[in-house]
């Protein structure tokens, strides 16, 4: 005897479980009206009919094998009821175990989709959204690539049209910040952008006397270095001076970010300290001569050192030479403060000199000890 359901939706939810129990999906081939009304209902494999390609760049693939299977789902007129009339339950390909394999299964429900937007408004990672995500219905059968894949349709929604090159400078243009780019001769392609915010370029110009300079890699889709260009205060806070998103980390690339750094500064004091997490390609790059009168600074290349053990006396002094270019600046901002009517900067407690650790010498007895 055939089963008999109240409607449409509790007949495919119910056919659904039994196809998934036994590792395939079912999915609606068409539908017919009767009467104004939904009547007849195919319900087939997702793997049946053919795969009808209209890619022009790249040949696209499709899992569809021209699967038979199929049922009628017809509605009982006099008793708005629906049943199975007929069907074929024939497959032409092997069941999977596995149903995260059925694109059809790990489509998002409307509530899981406003997750993903809200989350996604918020910058969260996709891998993130993933766990959020999991950590609701662990037993959905959701993969990270399927968040990815809406993240990208919802950023792509958001440029209206536009590339990402595009959207990105309205943003910049929209948020007060100043930008330039570089493009590759001959070509059209932007290999490098450098932006700063109006806010920080006012913080730049009033305290250019420290700067650092750090890059990152594989922050982005398009695997570029990300350079961040930091600031600092007289009273040890820092700011953001810059960004940059260059094409390689060469010479010739920190050489055009360091450019538009200095030429933000407008012809004011250039920075007295520049330091670098030890980048090589920064490191190496000839530096023109300093100007006329201007101190000279030896380079200092500043390592951690195992606790307890003692100071080489070269690095000794070269720690003291700095702490004393530090001391200098400070009290060339405090002057300058006591000058303006301005209030002295509050300092930290000073700390106590470098303490270094003097290991225990052992006493060997000599042969002439020995000897006595």
Known sequence: MLQVFNSLDELKK?????????????????????????GRVWLECDRGGE???????RKAGSKKTGCPFYLLAVRN???????IKDGTIEHNHELCED???????????????????????????????????????????????????VVAKIRAEQRQGLTPMQSLENVLMNNDFIYETREEPGTEIVTEIFFLHQDSRV?????????????????NIYNMPFIQIVGMTPTNKSFIIAHAVVSKERGDNFVWVLERVKAMLDECMEPRVILTDRDLALMAEPQPPPPAGAPQFPRHVIRGRAPGAALHPDVRARLDRLDDLVGWLVRAEQDRREREGLPPIPLPPVRAPHQEHQPQQQHQDSDSDLDA
């Not at 795969?51 to 760049?57: D, E, I, K, V, Y």
């Not at 809200?118 to 999991?134: D, V």
């Open 203 to 219: 913080m730049w110009r009033a305290f250019p006397h420290v700067m650092m300079i750090d890059a990152t890699y594989k922050t």
């Open 51 to 57: 795969h009808q390609s209209t890619a022009t760049l």
């Open 99 to 149: 149903l995260s394999a059925h694109a059809f299964v790990r489509r998002f429900t409307p509530s899981e989709m406003k997750l993903i937007e809200q989350l996604t408004a918020q910058n969260m990672e996709p891998r993130k959204i993933f766990q959020t995500i999991r950590k609701q219905d662990p037993d959905r059968f959701h993969v990270q690539k399927d968040v990815q894949n």
């Open 77 to 83: 007129h006099p008793y708005e009821t629906w049943e």
């Open 14 to 38: 119910r056919i659904q479980e039994i196809a998934n129990a036994d590792g395939f999906v079912i999915v609606t081939r068409r539908s017919k009206k009767i009467g104004g009304r939904t």
